[in-house]
């Protein structure tokens, strides 16, 4: 795996938290790793013994990581690597950035309509005093409502929903944070809320974090461990 992999997994809209923009390198128990998470989804491998380079794990994401990468436990629930893989079926791109129809692509960091207020001065007919509401364009945001003030919005694959070790998850997800890993087996487990689904390499070398869907599908395709 390489830095390069990892970055295809951040990511890339400007609003999100900078620690979701580039890898980074964290410490746990004196393992040291690489990471990369776009905030859904999080994979992280172990650096070399001997590699000098300085920690730089955003501290919104260290405390989090730190606990996911102290919870390898092995043999909970062995599977094909393959198999997961065509479960999880095609890679999709991540997402293409488009100008945001609302403010035409400005990235100014106040709404245009009301100078970043939130708030739509007029002047009364009927009293000949100045009202405020509720700035419709940017709808009391101060900025655009839709986009951020970014200029432009990221129109990702619609989520596939797909169960596996019986958390519900979106396949599209899972296949392009797969293609990132090698492997012949990996080993499935969830957390003690059943809000996320781990995945760890056999050997530790690896591992992915995927949070849950919210929303429930109860004809989603359930994958079968067993499958070779």
Same mark, same amino acid.
């Given at each position: /795996?390489?830095?390069?992999?990892?970055q295809?997994?951040?990511?890339?809209?400007? +609003?999100?938290?900078? &620690?979701?923009?580039?890898?980074? #390198?964290?410490?746990?128990?004196?393992?040291?790793?690489?990471?990369? @998470?776009?905030?859904? @989804?999080?994979?992280?491998?172990?650096?070399?013994?001997?590699?000098?380079?300085?920690?730089?794990?955003? #501290?919104?994401?260290?405390?989090?990581? =730190?606990?996911?990468?102290?919870?390898?436990?092995?043999?909970?629930?062995?599977?094909? /690597?393959?198999? *997961?893989?065509?479960?999880?079926?095609?890679?999709?791109? =991540?997402?293409v950035?488009?100008?945001?129809?609302?403010?035409?692509?400005?990235?100014?960091?106040?709404?245009?309509?009301c %100078? &970043?207020?939130?708030?739509?001065?007029?002047?009364?007919?009927?009293?000949?005093?100045?009202?405020?509401?509720?700035?419709?364009?940017? /709808?009391?945001?101060? /900025?655009?409502?839709?986009?951020?003030?970014?200029? +432009?919005?990221?129109?990702?694959?619609?989520?596939?929903?797909?169960?596996?070790?019986?958390?519900?998850i979106?396949?599209?997800?899972?296949?392009?944070?797969?293609?990132?890993? %090698?492997g012949h087996?990996?080993? *499935?487990?969830? %957390?003690?809320?059943?809000c996320?689904?781990s995945?760890?390499?056999? %050997?530790?070398?690896?591992?992915?974090?995927?949070?849950?869907?919210? @929303?429930?599908?109860?004809?989603?395709? #359930?994958?079968?461990?067993? @499958? #070779?």
């Amino acid at each position: /795996m390489s830095l390069e992999k990892l970055q295809t997994l951040c990511s890339s809209h400007l +609003s999100h938290n900078s &620690g979701y923009a580039v890898p980074f #390198i964290l410490t746990v128990i004196g393992t040291r790793w690489y990471g990369a @998470t776009d905030g859904y @989804t999080a994979l992280f491998e172990k650096l070399p013994t001997n590699t000098r380079e300085l920690d730089t794990t955003p #501290i919104a994401i260290a405390r989090k990581a =730190s606990v996911w990468l102290e919870s390898y436990t092995p043999g909970l629930i062995t599977c094909d /690597m393959l198999a *997961l893989k065509k479960f999880a079926g095609e890679v999709l791109p =991540s997402g293409v950035e488009t100008i945001c129809p609302n403010c035409n692509g400005t990235t100014e960091s106040k709404c245009r309509d009301c %100078d &970043g207020t939130g708030q739509d001065e007029h002047e009364c007919s009927e009293c000949d005093n100045q009202h405020s509401s509720v700035c419709q364009t940017c /709808m009391g945001e101060g /900025m655009c409502a839709r986009c951020e003030g970014t200029g +432009s919005l990221i129109n990702s694959p619609k989520p596939r929903p797909g169960i596996v070790a019986e958390v519900t998850i979106d396949l599209v997800r899972l296949a392009r944070l797969l293609s990132l890993c %090698d492997g012949h087996e990996v080993i *499935l487990d969830t %957390d003690s809320e059943g809000c996320e689904l781990s995945i760890w390499a056999p %050997d530790g070398s690896w591992h992915a974090r995927l949070a849950t869907l919210r @929303t429930q599908e109860p004809d989603a395709p #359930i994958f079968d461990p067993n @499958t #070779i």
